[in-house]
């Protein structure tokens, strides 16, 4: 069976743009769901819904491909699958390991979603020497010490790093030393890698942040639809005041009602 280091998929040489890239896995999850109900065929306006994007976005990703469905049928659901998961590299072994078996990083070696996507957990790698062997999903882990021989002996190119902030630089530094080209980061912290290695980030603190940012956009426009909805006034335009030294300037400081800027200049 192929493994990670002897083949690259072919998304960049026949030009597919990145965006395109990172929807794809979409498609495929959407397309999966319908081929294990036996659907056999689906049409562009249902596969986008069910991807989340929009109809013609799909069509054009899908040119990328040399797919372009059948007027009044649609696209054939199980070459679609076959299609991406060939422009993905998933119709062959992609071994990994995990460094890092804290909570995330066991969590993450529990995940069966691997196999069935074309990934194999390879090994997995901490530096507490107590873990040394202790079975974590049915593999034993293996200490640090061992991260370049097990990388060598499994020719593993994809590397998921769940350590602390403070010790992935350090990891990524060896992963990639090791060969390894592509690598996973849910490590909170930006990786420095050299050119020709891919690092995908997942920072999950960071995406709660952006929720909880349009909570409270949208908690204030709930707020203020009562208001514009009984066409309150909009507050007076502040007065233009002449420069120091003009004729009309005011001189001096203002009261606490006079007209001193809201906040001063440093």
Not at 127 to 134: F, I, L, N, Q
């Given at each position: ?12 040489s ?11 896995p ?163 912290t ?28 949208k908690?204030g ?46």
């Amino acid at each position: 069976m192929a493994t990670g280091r002897t083949h690259r998929p072919a998304t960049r040489s026949r030009g597919i743009p990145e965006a395109t890239v990172a929807r794809l896995p979409l498609y495929l999850r959407a397309l999966t769901a319908l081929s294990e109900r036996s659907v056999p065929t689906v049409s562009s306006e249902e596969l986008a819904t069910a991807a989340g994007v929009n109809s013609a976005k799909l069509r054009k990703d899908f040119s990328y491909l040399g797919s372009y469905g059948t007027r009044g049928v649609g696209y054939d659901v199980e070459y679609l699958v076959y299609q991406i998961s060939r422009e993905l590299g998933l119709t062959q072994d992609w071994p990994v390991v995990i460094v890092g078996i804290g909570n995330l990083g066991a969590a993450l070696a529990n995940y069966g979603g691997f196999a069935s996507r074309g990934f194999r957990v390879a090994a997995l790698i901490d530096a507490d020497p107590a873990m040394a062997g202790k079975p974590v999903a049915g593999i034993p882990v293996q200490h640090t010490d061992e991260l370049e021989k097990i990388i060598t002996d499994n020719g593993v190119s994809i590397g998921v790093i769940a350590t602390p902030a403070g010790a992935a630089q350090q990891v990524c530094d060896r992963l990639v030393a090791a060969g390894i080209t592509s690598i996973l980061n849910f490590a909170p912290t930006v990786l420095s890698v050299p050119d020709g290695v891919d690092v995908r980030k997942v920072d999950l603190s960071i995406e709660l942040q952006i929720l909880a940012f349009h909570e409270q956009r949208k908690a204030g426009e709930e707020v203020g639809a009562p208001e514009e909805a009984a066409g309150a006034v909009p507050p007076p335009p502040v007065p233009h005041r002449a420069p120091p030294g003009a004729p009309g300037a005011d001189s001096g400081r203002q009261g606490p009602d006079g007209d001193v800027p809201a906040v001063m200049p440093a």
